[in-house]
């Protein structure tokens, strides 16, 4: 993992789902959105832990 590999993730809440957006951590880098989860902790920890399997540094907002 290189030291400068950074992504913000952006979360937008409800109470029943969870919207996702993904921002590479470069400048100019392109920002994705990644979908919908269900509010549920255990949804939460899965697209964490899907999201770290990149070897990056999240940065959640």
């Known amino acids: 993992m290189r ?3 950074v992504v913000f993730i952006g979360l937008d809440t ?3 789902k969870i919207s996702i957006a993904v921002a590479d951590g470069a400048r100019n880098g ?3 959105f990644f979908g ?3 509010s549920e902790p255990a949804s ?3 697209m964490v832990n899907k999201l770290s ?6 940065h959640f907002c």
Request: charged fraction near 45%; charge should be positive; aromatic fraction near 0%.
């Open 3 to 5: 030291e400068d590999s």
């Open 44 to 46: 939460v920890a899965s």
């Open 53 to 58: 399997k990149r070897g990056t540094k999240l």
């Open 14 to 16: 409800s109470k029943l």
């Open 30 to 32: 392109e920002v994705r």
């Open 36 to 38: 919908d989860i269900s």
